[in-house]
């Protein structure tokens, strides 16, 4: 069993930057596929990015391409999702999910790749 604690959220005027920590425990990030979601009310998950098991391979949603980034510290089982030039339409909750599957990246774009999940955090842009 994994355990996902997201933290970091909180809000931030348009044009800001914010750092959102994963912290993963009850199996080594290292064997995990760490991806980022963000849901808005009412709505379905929608994919952020996604980064390899090693940190080799990511990948990101058009709509955030160039401004987030979601490095990961394996030796401290976190990964981050750090955004920059953040907009109001960024305003949502972000979940932080894994799974220890073997495929490439691009399968993980969908929420029902993923085993695990985080109770998510709240990110508001105010413009």
């Known amino acids: 069993q994994v355990q996902l604690v997201e933290s970091g959220g909180g809000l931030v005027q348009a044009g800001g930057s914010l750092r959102l920590p994963c912290a993963a425990s009850g199996r080594t990030s290292v064997n995990l596929v760490m991806g980022w979601f963000r849901q808005y009310p009412g709505k379905e998950r929608e994919f952020v990015g996604v980064?390899?098991?090693?940190?080799?391979?990511?990948k990101y949603a058009d709509s955030v391409m160039g401004r987030f980034s979601n490095p990961r510290e394996n030796a401290k089982n976190t990964v981050y999702l750090q955004m920059n030039t953040l907009k109001p339409e960024d305003t949502a909750i972000y979940l932080c999910?894994?799974?220890?599957?073997?495929?490439?990246?691009?399968?993980?774009?969908?929420?029902?790749?993923?085993?695990?999940w985080g109770q998510g955090t709240q990110v508001t842009v105010s413009s």
């Open positions: 999910a894994a799974d220890g599957g073997v495929y490439s990246i691009t399968y993980y774009s969908k929420p029902l790749r993923y085993a695990y």
């Open positions: 980064i390899s098991k090693n940190g080799d391979y990511t």
